[in-house]
């Protein structure tokens, strides 16, 4: 099973994505305040006296005590969360393509001013980044599909894991942006 579990704070905000072994710690321990979703997988551990096998269930989604940080949500940008925000599509030519293929635009180059940050950069193929250049779409005469955006907590949790559940899914996307597109 490589599904993973989501860790939500005590306010119902997703936190992380948890193996495991590092959910059952937290059950055991008793650090989980509430759960919600499906059985994901049972641990099954020692017998007692009377013959009976203990089961530890494991939930899709555990929310645990600790601090609800009220700050600003700031997700590293790394190509391969950038490549899944746009759905491994070139924003300039609408290609779809492997991700060997697909390269890291900014928008505005750095060497004339731009910035290195997720409403500056787009997924690009190799072809198109190299036909732009050091220039900006406007005067390479290529037009952007979508603008760039910066994901919300909840898009980071789901362009972080390749195998969310379906309930992880439904209750992430409800507060997805409109800027997100999964179809």
Same mark, same amino acid.
């Given at each position: 099973? /490589? +599904?993973? !579990?989501?860790?939500? /704070?005590?306010?119902g !905000?997703?936190?992380?994505?948890l #193996?495991?072994?590092? #959910?059952?710690? @937290?059950? %055991?321990?008793?650090?989980? !305040?509430?759960?919600l979703?499906? #059985? %994901?997988?049972?641990?099954?551990?020692?017998?007692?006296?009377?013959?009976? $096998?203990? =089961?530890?269930?494991?939930?899709?989604?555990v929310?645990?005590?600790?601090?609800?940080?009220k700050? *600003?949500?700031?997700p590293? @940008?790394?190509n391969?969360f950038?490549?899944?925000?746009?759905r491994?599509?070139?924003?300039?030519?609408?290609?779809?393509?492997?991700? $060997?293929d697909?390269? &890291?635009?900014? =928008?505005?180059?750095? *060497?004339?001013?731009?910035?290195d940050?997720?409403?500056?950069? =787009?997924?690009?193929? &190799?072809?198109?980044? /190299?036909?732009?250049?050091?220039?900006?779409?406007?005067? +390479?005469?290529?037009? @952007?599909l +979508?603008i760039p955006? %910066?994901?919300? $907590?909840?898009?980071f949790?789901?362009?972080?894991?390749?195998? %969310? @559940?379906?309930?992880?899914?439904?209750?992430?996307?409800?507060?997805?942006? &409109?800027? !997100?597109?999964?179809s």
């Amino acid at each position: 099973m /490589n +599904a993973k !579990i989501l860790r939500l /704070n005590k306010a119902g !905000i997703p936190v992380s994505w948890l #193996t495991r072994e590092e #959910t059952a710690t @937290l059950l %055991v321990k008793d650090l989980v !305040i509430w759960s919600l979703g499906n #059985t %994901v997988m049972e641990i099954r551990g020692g017998y007692n006296r009377r013959g009976e $096998q203990s =089961v530890l269930r494991l939930p899709s989604i555990v929310a645990c005590e600790g601090k609800v940080h009220k700050e *600003s949500f700031d997700p590293p @940008l790394e190509n391969k969360f950038l490549f899944r925000r746009d759905r491994n599509m070139c924003l300039y030519c609408g290609g779809s393509f492997l991700v $060997q293929d697909l390269s &890291r635009d900014h =928008v505005r180059p750095l *060497s004339r001013g731009g910035r290195d940050c997720w409403t500056n950069v =787009v997924t690009s193929c &190799r072809r198109c980044n /190299n036909r732009k250049a050091d220039r900006n779409p406007e005067e +390479a005469n290529m037009e @952007l599909l +979508a603008i760039p955006f %910066v994901p919300n $907590q909840y898009e980071f949790l789901y362009l972080s894991n390749h195998n %969310v @559940l379906a309930d992880q899914m439904e209750f992430l996307s409800a507060r997805f942006s &409109r800027h !997100i597109n999964l179809s």
